[in-house]
């Protein structure tokens, strides 16, 4: 299985971005989604997840911002971002979890800079 995160780069302050995570290989079905951050010298944090019926779930500090949403046809996963701050400057991750087992993968990390 592999994850492959886009979307990334670099705006200013109140702009958008949408991220997008492409889940490949032997995959029947996706339990939870999610995205994950991480900033220079923090730990990773949780973003957002949604379950495979569309139930989300959202850190504090992106509530109202940002909008999770999934096409399970196409194992497909997205992170749409508005109204950016300087402070979500970070390596954006994106997760699965897969049955039957609850396996976990991660993708590869985009960059997300949003400049004052």
């Known amino acids: 299985v592999q994850l492959q995160a886009s979307g990334g780069g670099l705006v200013q302050a109140g702009g958008s971005l949408k991220l997008s995570c492409a889940a490949s290989?032997?995959?029947?079905?996706?339990?939870?989604m999610g995205w994950y951050r991480q900033a220079p010298g923090k730990e990773r944090e949780l973003v957002a997840t949604?379950?495979?019926?569309?139930?989300?779930n959202y850190a504090d500090s992106v509530k109202g911002r940002f909008t999770i949403s999934r096409d399970n046809a196409k194992n497909t996963g997205y992170l749409q971002m508005n109204s950016l701050k300087p402070e979500d400057t970070a390596v954006y991750y994106c997760?699965?979890?897969?049955?039957?087992?609850?396996?976990?993968?991660w993708g590869q990390g985009t960059q997300v800079t949003v400049s004052s």
């Open positions: 290989g032997s995959i029947f079905s996706i339990n939870d």
């Open positions: 997760h699965v979890n897969l049955p039957p087992r609850g396996e976990n993968y």
């Open positions: 949604i379950t495979s019926g569309g139930i989300t």
